[in-house]
């Protein structure tokens, strides 16, 4: 926490250096383990996205803004969006690094960045994540600009600074989606919180899709728009709408009626190559 | 590899060091994630169940026995039981390590122990397991006391230098279980090897259970026979037979036939206290 007065102006940026300690850049590194990769050898997505939910959890902790510090205020973040585009997917045994930053604060909103490096630091892809910050109690967003005298304004790290080349995140439009699947959701879906674990919907989604896709070609981009929890005992139905041959957008709503009906949970876009 | 001619006599013990370089015992850290946790908080089983299973690889690869330097002999370890005992869970945010090391050589197969230690040494639990070393191309063991010249033998901790205060590997008597779920297996099920993840089976056998067992009692034991493999599009059917109001044994076959005849993939006995 700081009481520096210059913080309440929103465009401002502090003279904090890019990396190192106190500076605004992390770096989480990550090792590819056996169990962690596909039958290509290629690492699943789901691992990739929980190392990059544990660089940001890192990023925020190491500045104060650590679930830990915020659940003592009754505050957590939520996870909004996540999109992740890669020109190559780490391999089984390969040690590589995520370089987490703030791009932005937008009062009730977060950008945040990652470049996703091998050891010789090139890219195996970008991705980019919207967070909000939530009131435990009331479930609703607090404004991240008068929050701590708006220090988290003091690590943003401006695009003309650093660049995450990929494109933000998309909109969806479902017309006519169809139904693939329902499944149960069981003990090992659901995490600390009582929800449904933010990953196993990545997992859940990825495995509507034969093997041949994986074997033939690769993800290239995923995007997940998370809209609302769901908990253990919700059914998950997982709705399809093919937009050309290479991509595909899915919708997942629960407790979905006979007439079709149910609360949409996520939706996301699954892009091959 | 060695050529030490001493080494054919079965009961050989090697003058290795404990622990060290070079030692026959090895340390593996871990560190419990917050999306590694349950909703009580507790590491889920599978994700030490993995870290166990990484823990065993790195010691046969430092030794001349791990999965690449077989796999240029077209040979591989294959683990056939699995029986974890545990005081205590490790919660999240905690530090610890498992200590392995191999306890027995039996020509075709080795028992090979573990110990779930605190960042003070004090233990969590203890696990038991069983590999076998098969050639890939006929699926049949190897003896593992003329390979290599029986190097894996300087290697082995005999049980009074090194203890492992749990019970063996248990017996399944499957009367009359009963059929409580079939699931499909998908693309986040498979390893690398086209075979549905060893782990994984854990994750679908504790999600057999209501969250009030977890939640009510914590899991003591966890022993797990597998019988063969399966693949992805195999059918997994879950019986599920009452030994006590605290344990249950479970057997998981694979393409189950309107018969109700299907090959056994896997048994597990499951204890809650």
């Given at each position: 926490?700081?009481?520096?007065?210059?913080?309440?102006?929103?465009?401002?940026?502090?003279?904090?250096?890019?990396?190192?300690?106190g500076?605004?850049?992390?770096?989480?590194?990550?090792?590819?383990?056996?169990?962690?990769?596909?039958?290509?050898?290629?690492m699943?997505?789901?691992?990739?996205?929980?190392?990059?939910?544990?660089a940001?959890?890192?990023?925020?902790?190491?500045?104060?803004?650590?679930?830990?510090?915020?659940?003592?205020?009754?505050?957590?973040?939520?996870?909004?969006?996540?999109?992740?585009?890669?020109?190559?997917?780490?391999?089984?045994?390969?040690?590589?690094?995520?370089?987490?930053?703030?791009?932005?604060?937008?009062?009730?909103?977060?950008?945040?960045?990652?470049?996703?490096?091998?050891?010789?630091?090139?890219?195996y892809?970008?991705?980019?994540?919207?967070?909000?910050?939530?009131?435990?109690?009331?479930?609703?967003?607090?404004?991240?600009?008068?929050?701590?005298?708006?220090?988290?304004?003091?690590?943003?790290?401006?695009?003309?600074?650093?660049?995450?080349?990929?494109?933000?995140?998309?909109?969806?439009?479902?017309?006519?989606?169809?139904?693939?699947?329902?499944?149960?959701?069981?003990y090992?879906?659901?995490?600390?919180?009582?929800?449904?674990?933010?990953?196993?919907?990545?997992?859940h989604?990825?495995?509507?899709?034969?093997?041949?896709?994986?074997?033939?070609?690769?993800?290239?981009?995923?995007?997940?728009?998370?809209?609302?929890?769901?908990?253990?005992?919700?059914?998950?139905?997982?709705?399809?709408?093919?937009?050309?041959?290479?991509?595909?957008?899915?919708?997942?709503?629960?407790?979905?009626?006979?007439?079709?009906?149910g609360?949409?949970?996520?939706?996301?876009?699954?892009r091959f190559?």
């Amino acid at each position: 926490m700081t009481t520096d007065s210059n913080t309440d102006n929103n465009t401002h940026i502090s003279p904090l250096p890019l990396e190192g300690d106190g500076g605004r850049l992390d770096s989480y590194p990550f090792y590819v383990e056996p169990f962690h990769v596909d039958f290509m050898g290629r690492m699943f997505l789901g691992i990739l996205g929980n190392h990059l939910l544990n660089a940001a959890g890192n990023h925020s902790q190491r500045r104060g803004w650590g679930i830990t510090a915020l659940n003592e205020n009754h505050q957590t973040w939520v996870l909004s969006r996540l999109s992740i585009e890669l020109e190559d997917m780490p391999r089984q045994h390969e040690h590589g690094s995520i370089e987490t930053w703030v791009e932005s604060v937008i009062k009730l909103f977060t950008n945040r960045n990652f470049a996703i490096l091998r050891e010789d630091g090139t890219p195996y892809g970008y991705a980019r994540s919207i967070w909000a910050m939530i009131d435990l109690e009331t479930r609703k967003p607090c404004d991240l600009l008068t929050l701590y005298d708006g220090d988290i304004v003091r690590y943003v790290v401006q695009e003309e600074e650093k660049q995450c080349p990929i494109a933000g995140h998309g909109r969806f439009k479902f017309r006519e989606p169809q139904l693939v699947r329902t499944i149960g959701t069981y003990y090992s879906d659901v995490d600390i919180n009582g929800h449904i674990n933010s990953i196993k919907y990545i997992e859940h989604i990825l495995d509507l899709f034969p093997m041949e896709r994986f074997r033939n070609q690769r993800l290239q981009r995923f995007e997940i728009a998370y809209k609302t929890e769901s908990y253990l005992g919700d059914q998950l139905s997982f709705y399809v709408q093919e937009v050309d041959e290479n991509e595909t957008d899915v919708e997942v709503r629960k407790n979905v009626t006979e007439d079709g009906n149910g609360e949409v949970v996520c939706q996301a876009k699954v892009r091959f190559r």
